[in-house]
């Protein structure tokens, strides 16, 4: 499984940015797809993600000025962030949580490289 990560960079505040994820590769089920992110010195946090069922979470700080959604085609995942504050300034990760082969298994995490977003004026 492969976990590719693009559209990061510099926003100002209260401006928008729309995060890219494609995932590559097989596995037996998937759970969820979705965003996290991390600042240093921080544990990672979740942002939000879709589970196999369509249905979206947030996180506190991302209800009503983030979406998350599928793409039409492939497993692609994307994050429109609007409204941003600095508070959002982070290393977003793309997130797969699936079962890898057998149920049995249980379910694992797969991540990407990680995309700097930067919220300044």
């Known amino acids: 499984v492969h976990v590719a990560e693009s559209g990061g960079g510099l926003v100002r505040p209260g401006g928008s940015l729309t995060l890219s994820c494609e995932i590559t590769g097989s596995w037996m089920e998937m759970y969820s797809m979705g965003w996290y992110r991390q600042t240093p010195g921080m544990a990672r946090e979740m942002v939000a993600r879709?589970?196999?069922?369509?249905?979206?979470e947030y996180s506190q700080s991302a209800e009503d000025r983030f979406a998350v959604y599928f793409g039409n085609a492939g497993h692609k995942v994307f994050l429109r962030l609007n409204n941003v504050n600095a508070r959002d300034t982070a290393v977003y990760y793309c997130n797969l949580r699936a079962i890898e082969r057998a149920p049995g298994d249980g379910l694992t995490d797969f991540w990407g490289q990680g995309t700097q977003v930067t919220v300044s004026s």
């Open positions: 879709i589970n196999n069922r369509g249905v979206a």
